[in-house]
Antibody, heavy 118, light 107 residues
Framework: EVQLLESGGGLVQPGGSLRLSCAVS????????MSWVRQAPGKGLDWVSS????????FYADSVKGRFTISRDNSKNTLYLQMNSLRAEDTAIYYC???????????WGQGALVTVSS | EIVLTQSPATLSLSPGERATLSCRAS??????LAWYQQKPGQAPRLLIY???NRATDIPARFSGSGSGTDFTLTISGLEAEDFAVYYC?????????FGGGTKVEIK
């Protein structure tokens, strides 16, 4: 059974940093592109970032480029999102997702809530 | 960046009725479009990929069609568990993008 479990969410002040983790099981982690997708309260889905199976390629939404860094540790079956210079508009549930056919999302975690507020 | 526009924003229907949801892209995405269903408090679920392919364990009442810039998700005979929000997503170009969603509510 495929499982994705996010952790690391919480309340952070504007300008602060936070690192999300996503522990996965049930599939060959290093063979798949992985992504982060977020959803602001009461809003739609917003793609944040994706990383290739080997970790050598990464892609970012313009809204987070230069502030967020996606990474993975294939020995630990874990995906990460380092978020720096956080803004109020980054407040959202952050979902970890397994990619399918490169850029569709076939499995999702339960989400981690990040709140940026003073 | 490719912008996806979904319509209508809300669809009010009764169980058993047919739902037709639209997704229009600002430029061609060929057939690289997916549909997701999201219920309150839950993560999204992949329904359709490649415009018309049903994902694993998705019932046959869900079907997708279209190519280029105009796509449709059809639910033939709404069941109680189908009332939810539906999103389209393109994977033709980076950055990946989602539509704003269509809420299918009980009339």
């Amino acid at each position: 059974e495929v499982q994705l479990l996010e952790s690391g969410g919480g309340l952070v002040q504007p300008g602060g940093s936070l690192r999300l983790s996503c522990a996965v099981s049930g599939f060959s982690f290093n063979n798949y592109v992985m992504s982060w997708v977020r959803q602001a309260p009461g809003k739609g889905l917003d793609w944040v970032s994706s990383i290739s199976g080997g970790g050598d390629q990464s892609f970012y939404a313009d809204s987070v480029k230069g502030r967020f860094t996606i990474s993975r540790d294939n020995s630990k079956n874990t995906l990460y999102l380092q978020m720096n210079s956080l803004r109020a508009e980054d407040t959202a549930i952050y979902y970890c997702a397994k990619n399918f056919q490169w850029s569709y999302f076939d499995y999702w975690g339960q989400g981690a809530l990040v709140t940026v507020s003073s | 960046e490719i912008v996806l526009t979904q319509s209508p924003a809300t669809l009010s229907l009764s169980p058993g009725e047919r739902a037709t949801l639209s997704c229009r892209a600002s430029q061609s995405v060929s057939g690289y479009l997916a549909w997701y269903q999201q219920k309150p408090g839950q993560a999204p679920r992949l329904l359709i990929y490649g415009a018309f392919n049903r994902a694993t364990d998705i019932p046959a009442r869900f079907s997708g069609s279209g190519s280029g810039t105009d796509f449709t998700l059809t639910i033939s005979g709404l069941e109680a568990e189908d009332f939810a929000v539906y999103y389209c997503q393109q994977r033709s170009n980076w950055p990946l993008s989602f539509g704003g969603g269509t809420k299918v509510e009980i009339k």
